[in-house]
């Protein structure tokens, strides 16, 4: 950052450099293996007294001069010249730090040119031995010019000891100079089997031809073994972290590995058939094919090295966009613009945040990426995200996919980068708030009717979550099928009032105009693919449909009606993520309804996908996951994991998230080297979120208060305690997630850049298991009080057995049936209509208070007894009831 920059975005300075540079190699290379060729070529003709051999080494010789001399030397000028324009930081630090390495490789070059030279202009007037000792020192330069600059290169991939020390002999000799070293020698005579065939070919006596192309198999063959154990060596001596970002990680170096491979074999297959007779032509098409394979296998090689340093162009010293640490830092504090030295533009304004863009765009990823071009476009790269995914695309840079490095600079500079490659490079509208769906109002319904004197029966119904989600993406994807579940409790009123669960039948209904969820969404469709089980229309995973019975569990004292397959879209059209279920108690021998009651079963598709993945509703001007949306989301999986998902779809065989990913919530055990589902989802995202307060959470939940869903609508909502009040921010959250998937190298390699509060630190945080382990509500309210600070739930978590959800009183009277579900708690407040959640307190006590509260306690004991029964401070005010007061 402290050069002019080179605008190459068509091409792009790393293309040019690798040009000239793998075919300086290839040549380079062909210098070492083919000077120790011809010495030893002279020596073969001397000692058998062969003339036709001393002459092809004669003749050999010329091409070798013009070959290596000329195009290899004004090559790795080319190579000078264009580094130092690409990255003139990085140029200019291994000239520095390795000027004497730089000083006796151009002595040896030197070497090198003079001792050809001599040799094919003196070759008939040097007696043998001063011919033989002239082509051996040619051989030792070239290969001591390849000791020096391996030295040089390998310390770009392993700097080893000299990141303390700062030596050039710990830098020189680093942990894979060696291997490194034995591997290139060993290129470097395949390289000269290959050229010995070309030349060969050259000749005209067909028995001479014949005996040189196999004596040049031998270059080719007889090194593979070595060659191969030296890969194994150079490819251990990177550090575990080089290799797994390298090999693992970064899905770029996949084809030019396979292709090394596959050319390796084709290399020494083909090499072997041409010591074969066959039909000149057949030779000089196998041989001109070898070639050309020859210059492909080094290249690949290359690039897989080249790869392998990412995200640096020097390893842990400078990353490719020429950013140390330190200057990084500096960035970070006072803006990447203020800090560079060659910029026009120093501070991000109103009106020149398209053209700081641009600024930044070249300083930080202009040295990887072109616009439009041949490799890396950033166009291709960021057509599937919205301004929104750009924005948290540079956010999470370098975090969870560390093959790139972190972006430098202030949130606006991030935000004027996002907007430059949204506005200019893609031609897009940015948007800064989150795309919500509107909302369908519903209609208000009047409370159910109950007789204080004449009923005996209380009948509480609930929903288990208090919001269920649905991706409704069926042809590409399910997160979460339409499955939602309802439980109750039936109570006898009385002075002791007693817990009803046998010798009654509890019976469910959909409010009108939900009966048909199959009319909407495409589950039914794909359920046998995806689950395995052929599904009747309008029926759930569990067997119910839009109305049926629920089930008794003894163990709670409860009734069940699970996984019924409500969805969000009445048969009007528009959205309603609050239909009704009309419940029932019915005595078993008289038959008679001893209650009933109705409660919400809160069911959303308003899931936030599109705002970073493109896209928009599948359901228009409702919610849902579009195929657009789902087919971006699918490509970045497919590409960062390696997987398929994308082409399964589009042929017809999407997929169950939770057939990979573990998920408590489904029962779904997974893969158990995959990352649970709730762990995978969040700690990726956590690196990657531009917020890290709940506008992280309204991303992607249908939280948003102008959404149609606005699932947070409990009490706690009005108290202005938000999602990250209870279950940490963002990277808390998915840090508390991923460390009881520690075990796990993705969950490690992901918790790594997440933050945590100090008050907690990294090693206090407690690890979660989502569903069944969750903030506690006595972690703020301690002892049934008011919180006596700021909520701060995060790390006091409650087990399965103490859950919310689950936990009953002394009674058996579940906290959840006179309080609702989470995020619903009482007094509720639905965006779409005041009293949707509040319908059992409404029809009870005639207030929108949990059921019993301000001494309520005749709803079910017909009388206000004079001790707390069912919690302690159960009898005091409503600590809230400003919140619902005109």
Same mark, same amino acid.
């Given at each position: 950052?402290?050069?002019?920059?080179?605008?190459?975005?068509?091409?792009?300075?790393?293309?040019?450099? /690798?040009?000239?540079?793998?075919?300086?190699?290839?040549?380079?290379?062909?210098?070492?293996?083919?000077?120790?060729?011809?010495?030893?070529?002279?020596?073969?003709?001397?000692?058998?007294?062969?003339?036709?051999?001393?002459?092809?080494?004669?003749?050999?010789?010329?091409?070798?001069?013009?070959?290596?001399?000329?195009?290899?030397?004004?090559?790795?000028?080319?190579?000078?010249?264009?580094?130092?324009?690409?990255?003139? /930081?990085?140029?200019?630090?291994?000239?520095?730090?390795?000027?004497?390495?730089?000083?006796?490789?151009?002595?040896?070059?030197?070497?090198?040119?003079?001792?050809?030279?001599?040799?094919?202009?003196?070759?008939?007037?040097?007696?043998?031995?001063?011919?033989?000792?002239?082509?051996?020192?040619?051989?030792?330069?070239?290969?001591?010019?390849?000791?020096?600059?391996?030295?040089?290169?390998?310390?770009?991939?392993?700097?080893?000891?000299?990141?303390?020390?700062?030596?050039?002999?710990?830098?020189?000799?680093?942990?894979?100079?060696?291997?490194?070293?034995?591997?290139?020698?060993?290129?470097?005579?395949?390289?000269?089997?290959?050229?010995?065939?070309?030349?060969?070919?050259?000749?005209?006596?067909?028995?001479?031809?014949?005996?040189?192309?196999?004596?040049?198999?031998?270059?080719?063959?007889?090194?593979?073994?070595?060659?191969?154990?030296?890969?194994?060596?150079?490819?251990?001596?990177?550090?575990?972290?080089?290799?797994?970002?390298?090999?693992?990680?970064?899905?770029?170096?996949?084809?030019?590995?396979?292709?090394?491979?596959?050319?390796?074999?084709?290399?020494?297959?083909?090499?072997?058939?041409?010591?074969?007779?066959?039909?000149?032509?057949?030779?000089?098409?196998?041989?001109?094919?070898?070639?050309?394979?020859?210059?492909?296998?080094?290249?690949?090689?290359?690039?897989?090295?080249?790869?392998?340093?990412?995200?640096?162009?020097?390893?842990?010293?400078?990353?490719?966009?020429?950013?140390?640490?330190?200057?990084?830092?500096?960035?970070?504090?006072?803006?990447?613009?203020?800090?560079?030295?060659?910029?026009?533009?120093?501070?991000?304004?109103?009106?020149?945040?398209?053209?700081?863009?641009?600024?930044?765009?070249?300083?930080?990823?202009?040295?990887?990426?072109?616009?439009?071009?041949?490799?890396?476009?950033?166009?291709?790269?960021?057509?599937?995200?919205?301004?929104?995914?750009?924005?948290?695309?540079?956010?999470?840079?370098?975090?969870?996919?560390?093959?790139?490095?972190?972006?430098?600079?202030?949130? /606006?500079?991030?935000?004027?980068?996002?907007?430059?490659?949204?506005?200019?490079?893609?031609?897009?509208?940015?948007?800064?708030?989150?795309?919500?769906?509107?909302?369908?109002?519903?209609?208000?319904?009047?409370?159910?009717?109950?007789?204080?004197?004449?009923?005996?029966?209380?009948?509480?119904?609930?929903?288990?979550?208090?919001?269920?989600?649905?991706?409704?993406?069926?042809?590409?994807?399910?997160?979460? !099928?339409?499955?939602?579940?309802?439980?109750?409790?039936?109570?006898?009123?009385?002075?002791?009032?007693?817990?009803?669960?046998?010798?009654?039948?509890?019976?469910?209904?959909?409010?009108?105009?939900?009966?048909?969820?199959?009319?909407?969404?495409?589950?039914?469709?794909?359920?046998?693919?995806?689950?395995?089980?052929?599904?009747?229309?309008?029926?759930?995973?569990?067997?119910?449909?839009?109305?049926?019975?629920?089930?008794?569990?003894?163990?709670?004292?409860?009734?069940?009606?699970?996984?019924?397959?409500?969805? !969000?879209?009445?048969?009007?059209?528009?959205?309603?993520?609050?239909?009704?279920?009309?419940?029932?108690?019915?005595?078993?021998?008289?038959?008679?309804?001893?209650?009933?009651?109705?409660?919400?079963?809160?069911?959303?598709?308003?899931?936030?996908?599109?705002?970073?993945?493109?896209?928009?509703?599948?359901?228009?001007?409702?919610?849902?996951?579009?195929?657009?949306?789902?087919?971006?989301?699918?490509?970045?999986?497919?590409?960062?994991?390696?997987?398929?998902?994308?082409?399964?779809?589009?042929?017809?065989?999407?997929?169950?998230?939770?057939?990979?990913?573990?998920?408590?919530?489904?029962?779904?055990?997974?893969?158990?080297?995959?990352?649970?589902?709730?762990?995978?989802?969040?700690?990726?995202?956590?690196?990657?979120?531009?917020?890290?307060?709940?506008?992280?959470?309204?991303?992607?939940?249908?939280?948003? !208060?102008?959404?149609?869903?606005?699932?947070?609508?409990?009490?706690?909502?009005?108290?202005?305690?938000?999602?990250?009040?209870?279950?940490?921010?963002?990277?808390?959250?998915?840090?508390?997630?991923?460390?009881?998937? /520690?075990?796990?190298?993705?969950?490690?390699?992901?918790?790594?850049?997440?933050?945590?509060?100090?008050?907690?630190?990294?090693?206090?945080?407690?690890?979660?298991?989502?569903?069944?382990?969750?903030?506690?509500?006595?972690?703020?309210?301690?002892?049934?009080?008011?919180?006596?600070?700021?909520?701060?739930?995060?790390?006091?978590?409650?087990?399965?057995?103490?859950?919310?959800?689950?936990?009953?009183?002394?009674?058996?009277?579940?906290?959840?049936?006179?309080?609702?579900?989470?995020?619903?708690?009482?007094?509720?407040?639905?965006?779409?209509?005041?009293?949707?959640?509040?319908?059992?307190?409404?029809?009870?006590?005639?207030?929108?208070?949990?059921?019993?509260?301000?001494?309520?306690?005749?709803?079910?004991?017909?009388?206000?007894?004079?001790?707390?029964?069912?919690?302690?401070?159960?009898?005091?005010?409503?600590?809230?009831?400003?919140?619902?007061?005109?």
């Amino acid at each position: 950052m402290n050069y002019p920059i080179w605008e190459t975005l068509t091409i792009g300075g790393g293309t040019l450099v /690798a040009i000239i540079a793998i075919f300086h190699v290839y040549i380079a290379h062909l210098a070492v293996g083919g000077g120790a060729l011809l010495w030893l070529a002279d020596l073969k003709a001397e000692r058998e007294g062969d003339e036709r051999m001393r002459a092809y080494v004669k003749k050999y010789v010329w091409f070798f001069l013009l070959l290596t001399m000329v195009a290899g030397g004004m090559s790795g000028v080319g190579i000078w010249f264009v580094i130092a324009l690409v990255n003139p /930081a990085a140029t200019s630090h291994l000239i520095h730090n390795f000027v004497f390495g730089w000083a006796i490789e151009w002595v040896f070059f030197v070497g090198e040119i003079v001792a050809l030279l001599i040799y094919y202009y003196k070759f008939d007037d040097l007696d043998v031995k001063q011919r033989h000792t002239v082509a051996f020192l040619y051989f030792l330069f070239a290969w001591l010019s390849l000791f020096v600059i391996n030295g040089i290169l390998a310390y770009m991939l392993t700097p080893g000891a000299w990141l303390e020390t700062g030596s050039f002999w710990d830098g020189f000799l680093n942990p894979s100079f060696f291997p490194s070293l034995f591997f290139r020698t060993g290129m470097a005579i395949t390289i000269a089997g290959l050229f010995g065939f070309a030349t060969a070919l050259a000749l005209k006596d067909e028995e001479t031809q014949t005996r040189l192309t196999r004596y040049s198999a031998k270059w080719l063959l007889y090194p593979l073994l070595p060659t191969a154990l030296s890969a194994v060596w150079y490819y251990y001596s990177l550090p575990p972290e080089v290799r797994f970002v390298a090999f693992d990680l970064n899905a770029q170096s996949h084809p030019f590995v396979a292709k090394f491979l596959g050319m390796s074999v084709v290399l020494f297959a083909v090499g072997a058939a041409l010591v074969t007779r066959m039909p000149r032509a057949a030779r000089l098409i196998l041989v001109s094919f070898l070639i050309v394979v020859g210059l492909g296998w080094i290249g690949a090689f290359e690039y897989v090295r080249e790869i392998a340093r990412k995200p640096y162009v020097l390893r842990e010293v400078m990353y490719s966009n020429s950013f140390t640490d330190e200057l990084g830092e500096l960035a970070d504090k006072e803006g990447a613009l203020a800090t560079a030295k060659w910029t026009k533009i120093k501070q991000v304004t109103e009106e020149n945040r398209l053209e700081a863009g641009k600024e930044l765009f070249l300083l930080q990823c202009g040295a990887c990426h072109t616009v439009g071009g041949i490799r890396n476009d950033i166009v291709g790269r960021a057509e599937r995200l919205t301004y929104l995914g750009l924005l948290a695309a540079i956010e999470g840079q370098g975090k969870a996919l560390t093959y790139m490095p972190k972006f430098y600079g202030t949130r /606006a500079e991030k935000e004027a980068l996002a907007e430059y490659i949204a506005v200019e490079l893609l031609g897009r509208e940015p948007f800064t708030h989150v795309k919500t769906a509107p909302p369908t109002y519903p209609d208000p319904a009047e409370p159910l009717p109950f007789d204080a004197a004449r009923d005996e029966y209380v009948l509480l119904v609930w929903n288990d979550l208090g919001m269920h989600c649905i991706s409704d993406s069926d042809p590409r994807f399910v997160i979460l !099928p339409p499955a939602n579940t309802l439980e109750a409790q039936l109570i006898k009123r009385g002075a002791k009032p007693e817990i009803v669960d046998e010798g009654v039948t509890l019976v469910y209904r959909v409010e009108e105009g939900f009966e048909n969820p199959s009319a909407h969404v495409e589950f039914w469709d794909y359920a046998e693919k995806i689950f395995g089980a052929k599904l009747e229309k309008n029926v759930g995973l569990a067997g119910l449909g839009m109305q049926g019975e629920f089930h008794r569990n003894p163990a709670t004292q409860s009734f069940v009606a699970e996984l019924i397959p409500v969805v !969000p879209y009445p048969d009007g059209g528009g959205v309603n993520p609050y239909p009704y279920f009309y419940v029932e108690a019915i005595d078993d021998e008289t038959g008679e309804v001893l209650q009933r009651t109705r409660a919400v079963a809160p069911t959303s598709t308003e899931m936030g996908c599109l705002n970073c993945h493109q896209g928009d509703w599948r359901v228009e001007g409702a919610a849902g996951v579009s195929n657009k949306t789902a087919d971006n989301i699918l490509a970045v999986h497919d590409r960062i994991n390696g997987t398929t998902l994308l082409e399964d779809a589009l042929a017809g065989e999407p997929k169950l998230c939770q057939s990979c990913h573990a998920d408590p919530a489904l029962g779904a055990e997974g893969d158990p080297d995959v990352l649970n589902f709730s762990a995978a989802l969040h700690g990726w995202h956590a690196n990657y979120m531009p917020y890290d307060d709940y506008r992280a959470c309204q991303m992607c939940h249908p939280s948003h !208060p102008n959404g149609s869903t606005s699932c947070n609508r409990g009490v706690h909502s009005q108290a202005g305690v938000h999602c990250d009040d209870c279950h940490g921010t963002m990277e808390e959250h998915g840090y508390s997630l991923l460390k009881a998937e /520690a075990h796990k190298e993705p969950a490690r390699r992901l918790m790594k850049n997440l933050d945590v509060r100090e008050s907690v630190g990294k090693a206090g945080v407690i690890p979660r298991t989502p569903w069944l382990v969750e903030p506690d509500c006595l972690g703020c309210h301690t002892r049934f009080q008011a919180s006596e600070a700021a909520f701060t739930g995060f790390n006091k978590w409650q087990y399965r057995q103490n859950l919310y959800r689950f936990r009953t009183d002394g009674a058996g009277v579940r906290c959840i049936a006179c309080h609702n579900s989470t995020h619903a708690v009482y007094p509720a407040f639905n965006a779409l209509e005041e009293n949707r959640d509040n319908s059992q307190p409404m029809q009870y006590q005639g207030n929108q208070l949990p059921i019993g509260a301000e001494r309520n306690c005749a709803v079910c004991h017909k009388t206000t007894p004079s001790v707390e029964l069912h919690h302690p401070n159960i009898l005091r005010p409503f600590r809230n009831r400003v919140l619902i007061e005109p």
